[in-house]
């Protein structure tokens, strides 16, 4: 995690000179203390960027987003917040960490594995998939627009037969 403090506060001005909003899913809370400040510290720096946004995965699970999400629910219905009966896909989507994302329209999967890893689980349910055998450490521009590639030649469905 002392890399991670490192590189987000070396990194902080050319996010901010390329218009990079950092946001962080997953269970930050449990970073050490050094690599939620200097998370927070960019995250507040870079919060009104809107060019990109730059999500990093810490201590992130696809399970524990969906439990998470489930608690919140729970906690929201006990305060009266919620009406259960209002609850739907939409509702629902909201109570992830990536409550503010659209839903990835393209999973590229490094180093030849057929599955997803516990990533996203939600949120990938209409997420076109991009298996490579090359490795992350050497995945290259020259991969992605390889993935961009295939991704074009899709037929998006999102459920639907055609």
Do not use: C
């Not at 991670?4 to 050490?32: C, W």
């Not at 990109?52 to 906690?75: E, F, H, P, T, W």
């Not at 991969?143 to 030649?153: C, V």
């Amino acid at each position: 995690m002392e890399l991670l403090t490192e590189y987000l506060r070396a990194e902080k001005q050319e996010l901010m000179d390329n218009n990079i909003r950092l946001g962080a899913f997953g269970d930050v809370s449990r970073l050490p203390e050094h690599a939620q400040e200097a998370l927070s510290e960019v995250s507040e720096e870079t919060g009104e960027l809107k060019g990109m946004r730059l999500n990093l995965a810490l201590n992130y699970s696809g399970r524990q987003d969906i439990l998470r999400a489930v608690l919140k629910i729970a906690r929201a219905h006990s305060e009266g917040a919620l009406d259960l009966s209002k609850l739907d896909e939409k509702v629902f989507s909201t109570y992830l960490d990536s409550f503010d994302q659209p839903d990835p329209d393209l999973l590229i999967r490094t180093s030849g594995e057929m599955r997803i890893s516990n990533f996203l689980l939600w949120q990938i349910a209409y997420t076109e998939m991009h298996v490579t055998k090359v490795l992350w450490p050497d995945f290259r521009e020259k991969h992605l627009h390889e993935a961009i590639a295939d991704y074009q030649h899709r037929t998006r469905r999102f459920g639907r037969t055609s």
